[in-house]
Every structure is written in structure tokens, then in C-alpha cells.
């Protein structure tokens, strides 16, 4: 009897567990730095989860005054030497490692191809997600805090780039085949 009693509230742990990771704020979604600086917005990125992975592209730049809107990572060294920024693939392999957690993946620079271990953290609200690139220990990083976007801001987003859009056999792929549709992001 109190085997099964054991047995039970095992399993009633287990399912409450899992229940509060599923229910946690997911990195899922589109996000915007700012500039530390001049609070101005860098560029927004589109996180999406697939298959338990999470991969995060450039999903709209914000460019200055003379800076080239076709910019590629000419300083990359991988499969994604050359690519243009808009829809370049600079966050792979990030899995959840607990409620709020994710790493085991890692981030690029595309201003110098460098290429950095990474760990991200969603607050609490899901409304900040912390970034953290690395070199060895994440003690030796840098955190950079984007901002979740409402769904609404998905329409501001080139076609190619944005998964709500309609498919359109004629708008250029910015390298943004493998993003697949993001999770409802309802943690608003």
C-alpha cells in the first residue's frame, strides 16, 4: 500500500513538473535590442523551436545613415560565410535546461564571424530575454537584454523573413529556409 501511495504521488510530481516547464515563458518569438547607448533599436530576432532546438535568425536590421542594407557575414568562416545578415541564422542548438533556461548552443557575431557559446534566460513575464555569449565559461561573457515584440510587429517583417506571411514563390530567401512557424507566444 504504501509502495503505491509512493508510486502515485511520484507520478503526480512528475506531471507537475513537466506541466510548469511547458507552462514557463518560452524564447519563441520576435525580439528587439536597443543600443546601450543611444536606446535606439539594433535589430530584432526571430527565435523559433524546433523539434525541442531553438535557432534564432536576424530578422530586421536597423541600419544607420550609409550602411549597406545588403550587408553579408563576409567574416564567417562556416556555412554561412557570405550570407546576407537579414535572415542569417545567428543563434543554433540552444536547449532548454530548465524552466527558464536555455543553452548548449551557440551565438554569432556577423560583424566578425566569431562565434560564441551561448545561454539565454527568460524572465518571469517572458517579456526580457537575456542573451549571453561566452568564450569557455559563461563567467567570461556578455549579456545583451532583448525585448519581446507583440504578434503585431510580425507584419513589419520582409515577407521572406516573417513565417505569418503568405508564401510568396517570388521573394528572395535572405537564407531563412529552416525557420519553421514560432510557438504561440500567448506569455504576454
Known amino acids: 500500500m504504501r509502495v503505491k501511495l509512493v508510486l502515485c504521488i511520484a507520478a ?5 513538473a513537466s506541466r510548469a516547464i511547458s507552462q514557463a515563458p518560452s524564447p519563441v518569438g520576435l525580439w528587439q535590442a536597443v543600443d546601450s547607448d543611444t536606446k535606439q533599436p539594433t535589430g530584432w530576432f526571430l527565435i523559433s523551436n524546433r523539434d525541442g532546438v531553438y535557432n534564432g535568425i536576424i530578422a530586421k536590421m536597423f541600419l544607420k545613415p550609409g550602411q549597406d542594407p545588403n550587408v553579408v557575414c563576409s567574416q564567417c568562416t562556416d556555412d ?63 549579456n545583451q537584454y532583448w525585448t519581446r515584440l507583440p504578434d503585431s510587429d510580425y507584419s513589419m517583417l520582409d515577407p521572406s523573413i516573417n513565417p505569418a506571411a503568405s508564401p510568396n514563390p517570388a521573394a528572395p530567401s535572405h537564407g531563412s529556409k529552416n525557420i519553421s512557424n514560432p510557438e504561440n507566444s500567448a506569455q504576454r
Not at 12 to 16: D, F, G, K, Q, R
Not at 95 to 116: A, F, M, N, V, W
Open 80 to 142: 554561412r560565410h557570405n550570407q546576407p545578415w537579414l535572415g542569417l541564422q545567428i543563434i543554433r542548438g540552444m536547449q532548454q535546461e530548465s524552466d527558464d533556461k536555455y543553452g548548449g548552443g551557440t551565438i554569432l557575431d556577423p560583424r566578425d564571424g566569431k562565434i560564441y557559446k551561448a545561454m539565454m534566460t527568460v524572465t518571469p513575464d517572458g517579456q526580457t530575454l537575456v542573451v549571453r555569449g561566452y568564450i569557455g565559461f559563461a563567467l567570461l561573457g556578455e
Open 12 to 16: 503526480m510530481m512528475s506531471l507537475t
